[in-house]
């Protein structure tokens, strides 16, 4: 029988690898370690790269296993998926991974300007009722700009046409610049070094989204810290399957 949610809490308390901040305002709880990644844990001057949303970590850890140049922190709130991850780069004896249980609201608060390189957003919740919850709405990507290099990588992996399209419009709307495109990942042939990545690590869930026929799309966009971040005043077909753990919640056909 594996472990309840009271003793992974329990272990990640004491793990080295995890920092917790379960809060939705954490004014009053200063975290010291902002804009002292590199120097406080990594003990190197490597770039710095984002999962948010990251579940039970396949992509941080996965990604630190491939890129030993480079130090991956993984962010979600729900730490008993994130326990599978920290455990595993542990047991791997991976130094150059980290995971930060809090909010995404307030990630902004954890790292200071230019502290980070890229961004990840692996099948995060399309969000299709609320725009300002989408990872990828200008909301979000403002608070990116905070600590996010000038032209810093955004990349989105994702089975929602929804948020897929979503992400598109916005990234035209406020003219950012888009690099990869992709509404079929696993049938590129490309060897750009993006779409090697993109496909060198599949999540359990991935699997089981393409064994149901669901494409999986893939997008690559630089985020400048200068211009207007516009959101597209466009309604959007919504995705019409039950996704793993979400649905639609809506009977609408279409949202903006």
Not at 30 to 54: A, S, T
Not at 161 to 183: D, G, H, I, R, W
Request: with cysteine; net charge negative.
């Amino acid at each position: 029988m594996g472990k309840g949610k009271l003793a992974k809490f329990a272990d990640m308390e004491k793990y080295e690898n995890v920092f917790q901040y379960p809060y939705s305002v954490v004014d009053n709880v200063p975290f010291e370690m902002k804009g002292h990644w590199r120097e406080q844990y990594f003990g190197n001057d490597n770039p710095i790269v984002l999962e948010l949303g990251c579940g039970r970590g396949e992509y941080a850890v996965g990604l630190a296993e491939r890129y030993p140049d480079k130090n991956f922190i993984g962010v979600d709130i729900k730490g008993a998926r994130m326990w599978t991850g920290a455990t595993d780069a542990l047991n791997k004896g991976l130094k150059n991974v980290a995971f930060l249980r809090t909010n995404i609201e307030i990630i902004d608060r954890f790292f200071a300007e230019d502290e980070v390189q890229e961004v990840w957003l692996t099948f995060s919740d399309p969000q299709m009722k609320n725009p300002r919850k989408r990872l990828t709405s200008t909301y979000f990507m403002q608070r990116y700009r905070h600590f996010l290099v000038d032209r810093g990588t955004v990349h989105l992996k994702t089975d929602s046409n929804f948020l897929f399209t979503y992400t598109q419009l916005m990234a035209e709307a406020s003219k950012l610049p888009v690099e990869v495109c992709t509404t079929d990942l696993y049938s590129e042939k490309d060897d750009a070094p993006a779409i090697a990545v993109a496909q060198s690590i599949q999540t359990y869930y991935e699997g089981m989204w393409r064994e149901r026929g669901i494409s999986i799309k893939y997008m690559k966009m630089q985020l400048p810290r200068e211009g207007e971040l516009t959101e597209p005043d466009v309604e959007i077909e919504m995705d019409d399957y039950r996704s793993y753990h979400r649905d639609k919640r809506s009977t609408k056909d279409t949202a903006k």
